[in-house]
Nanobody
Framework: VQLQASGGGLVQAGGSLRLSCAAS????????MGWFRQAPGKEREFVAA????????FHADSVKGRFTISRDSAKNTGYLQMNSLKSEDTGVYYC??????????????????????WGQGTQVTVSS
């Protein structure tokens, strides 16, 4: 599956952005989708993940209550709604996909190395 992330930009603290991840080349609902972010000088970190049918979601503690992951399989697109943005949310945001079952007990969806397909990243900058 090929992924194309978009929707990043510059926003003031407290503002909102919605990131999109357009998928092509395969049946999107067969894939778990994840969002990760990477700040300068830091490792890529887990933000959120969603099962292929959209029924199961996980969010990192740092974004819980502020960010929401979702997907529209009819549009082959995933989303990350980001509200109440903080300066520490600044970074490049990546969407990723993989065909492994989400609930295999390992929590693999939190590890970047376990995702086989990646989008190109979109920059999010939050000014304080």
């Amino acid at each position: 599956v090929q992924l194309q992330a978009s929707g990043g930009g510059l926003v003031q603290a407290g503002g909102s952005l919605r990131l999109s991840c357009a998928a092509s080349g395969s049946t999107f609902s067969n894939y778990v989708m994840g969002w990760f972010r990477q700040a300068p000088g830091k490792e890529r970190e887990f933000v959120a993940a969603i099962s292929g049918n959209g029924a199961i979601t996980f969010h990192a503690d740092s974004v819980k209550g502020r960010f929401t992951i979702s997907r529209d399989s009819a549009k082959n697109t995933g989303y990350l709604q980001m509200n109440s943005l903080k300066s520490e949310d600044t970074g490049v945001y990546y969407c990723a996909a993989d065909g492994k079952p989400m609930r295999n007990g390992s929590g693999w969806y939190k590890r970047p190395s376990d995702f086989g397909s990646w989008g190109q990243g979109t920059q999010v900058t939050v000014s304080s």
